[in-house]
């Protein structure tokens, strides 16, 4: 079993930054692929970004690509989302999910594990 607990959330203005972080529990951290969902009010989770834990590998949504950074170290069990030029419509509850032995998961049901949730909201 693992948990997740993610922290950074917050209100930004647009243009702003800000960094989600994701601490996981458990020995075999190194061994999952971890992902960023958010889901906005009155719309359906959506895929943000995912690291593999095979080299690192990264996939973002086409609507975050060259804003959003999403890295881990395994040393600290943590992942980080760094969000910049941020825009309104990045305005979501932001869940961090994990799934081992996966190198490419783009979709929600591809996890296993979810966090509770950070809420960002970006104002214009």
């Known amino acids: 079993q693992v948990q997740l607990v993610e922290s950074g959330g917050g209100l930004v203005q647009a243009g702003g930054s800000l960094r989600l972080s994701c601490a996981a529990s458990?020995?075999?951290?190194?061994?999952?692929?971890m992902g960023w969902f958010r889901q906005a009010p009155g719309k359906e989770r959506e895929f943000v970004a995912s690291?593999?834990?095979?080299?690192?590998?990264?996939y973002y949504a086409d609507s975050v690509k060259g804003r959003f950074t999403f890295s881990r170290d395994n040393a600290k069990n943590t992942v980080y989302l760094q969000m910049n030029s941020l825009k309104p419509e990045d305005t979501a509850v932001y869940y961090c999910?994990?799934?081992?032995?996966?190198?490419?998961?783009?979709?929600?049901?591809?996890?296993?594990?979810w966090g509770q949730g950070t809420r960002v909201t970006v104002s214009s």
């Open positions: 999910a994990a799934v081992p032995y996966k190198h490419r998961a783009l979709q929600s049901y591809e996890y296993r594990y």
């Open positions: 690291i593999s834990y095979i080299g690192g590998t990264t």
């Open positions: 458990g020995r075999t951290f190194s061994t999952y692929t």
